[in-house]
């Protein structure tokens, strides 16, 4: 990376200061206190029609303080890592908890939950990148789709590049840092004919710059997604099967998870309240977490308060096997944390798998889902409802393109009619899957 940054020394700086905070906190009368505390580096660029559109340079860094005075908290974070910023800091947040309601549930997660396994995950690959080479490589992108017969025109193309270091301490004696780093490239390019103008993009994402797809190669498969969409027409309007590509079947899980997640289950929030043990998916599906997945996006050996992560199954065998909790929201449902504060971490599948192409020949007639838009999706009831783009399937074979349609049902009954799984996993992000094939949907089109 072009700017100068010393991982292993802002690791140590923020430990400092995290320590610094605690004491501070405990000399001026706190009964509990956490400080987390973050520094990240990036740059970015993004490049059009051949021309350098934009170059950014960023740092970003913060801390953030919440104490404990009996069952009252208050917190105040600052972007200055001074000594007299978390003096500030300690002070606003005393004095917010001094003033705050009494909350039973507040507090630091158990002593004996905190992490003692803290192995180096291996999620920290800088990249000594300089500005003119990120845009040569966004540029060598572009060029590569804007070359394929049929491209008329270019979105453009992005690099960005970043590593950070993130610190987390608490009044339990835990002190846990974590160095990370994340880059990724993606293209969007336009086609057109006499039907109208259609655009589509490709993108790859890795922590080790290493792992990351050649450019000349995304900004290619960006131009054969955008040429395939041209001719597009809306499909008939019925039930039919729908089959949901790999990068929006990980949104399916992720409505799941925001289902299964304490925060919304203890205020009533969750379509799947009081679901434990329950049935919600075929037997032969299961899903869990694997947070300490050597190399992977969201790997950490702590959550968020310091409790050590585990690998935790939340459908087991189709049924709902565990929620995903945090100390506070396990206090209001009466549990225990299961590791969760800042969310799931590493999302893997343990199911069966089969392909695409046996997925589609399942289907016989139906669509295959690859563009959602709007937000038609309500979390208390499970209800969704999204606009869609993709193709239309006959015989199990793709027809033809099709768009300006709507995708309806209840998240409940789709999931307890997923048919298969594809093995075109998706490991670009923390939720890997593959396609998904429901049943059936309400499908709104001419």
């Not at 339990?172 to 103008?197: E, P, R």
């Not at 506070?328 to 549990?335: E, I, K, N, P, W």
């Not at 015989?395 to 209840?410: D, H, L, M, R």
Request: proline share 3%; net charge negative; aromatic share 6%.
């Amino acid at each position: 990376m072009a700017q100068a940054f010393d991982a292993s020394a802002q690791q140590a700086l923020l430990t400092a200061r995290a320590e610094e905070a605690l004491a501070l906190a405990k000399r001026m009368g706190a009964d509990a206190a956490e400080v987390g505390a973050s520094v990240d580096l990036g740059i970015g660029v993004s490049v059009r029609l051949g021309e350098v559109e934009t170059v950014e340079l960023s740092r970003d860094q913060g801390i953030a303080v919440t104490l404990y005075v009996g069952q009252r908290k208050g917190s105040a974070s600052s972007t200055d890592a001074s000594s007299a910023s978390i003096q500030a800091a300690v002070e606003k947040a005393l004095a917010i908890a001094r003033y705050t309601g009494e909350d039973p549930a507040a507090g630091l997660a158990d002593a004996s939950l905190m992490a003692s396994e803290l192995p180096d995950l291996k999620v920290h690959y800088p990249w000594s990148l300089t500005t003119d080479e990120a845009i040569e490589l966004a540029l060598s992108c572009e060029q590569a789709g804007r070359d394929v017969e049929g491209i008329s025109q270019s979105d453009g193309a992005s690099l960005s590049s970043g590593e950070g270091v993130r610190v987390y301490a608490n009044s339990h004696g835990f002190l846990g840092t974590q160095k990370g780093s994340s880059h990724s490239l993606s293209c969007m390019l336009i086609a057109q004919d006499a039907s109208g103008m259609q655009r589509d993009y490709d993108y790859t994402s890795a922590r080790d710059p290493k792992a990351l797809r050649d450019p000349a190669e995304v900004g290619r498969e960006a131009a054969v997604r955008t040429l395939r969409r041209l001719g597009a027409k809306r499909p008939p309007t019925g039930t039919f099967p729908v089959l949901f590509d790999p990068s929006l079947a990980s949104g399916l899980i992720g409505h799941l998870l925001g289902g299964l997640a304490g925060g919304a289950l203890y205020r009533q929030a969750s379509f799947l309240c009081d679901r434990l043990g329950t049935p919600l998916f075929p037997d032969w599906f299961s899903l869990e977490e694997r947070p300490m997945e050597v190399g992977a996006t969201a790997s950490s050996p702590f959550d968020g308060e310091g409790v050590q992560t585990r690998n935790n199954r939340f459908i087991d065998q189709g049924r709902i096997a565990s929620y995903m909790l945090s100390s506070y929201s396990a206090r209001r449902l009466g549990m225990q944390t299961t590791g969760n504060a800042g969310g799931a971490r590493n999302v893997r599948l343990a199911t069966p798998l089969q392909s695409r192409e046996s997925l589609l020949q399942e289907m016989g007639r139906g669509i295959w889902v690859t563009e959602l838009m709007g937000q038609g999706v309500n979390g208390v009831t499970g209800d969704y409802s999204r606009g869609a783009a993709g193709f239309w399937v006959e015989n199990g074979k793709v027809q033809y393109p099709v768009e300006e349609f709507t995708i309806a049902g209840n998240l409940e009954r789709m999931f307890a009619g997923l048919v298969g799984i594809g093995d075109d996993t998706d490991t670009r992000g923390s939720v890997h899957t593959g396609s998904w094939l429901i049943d059936a949907m309400t499908v709104a089109g001419d």
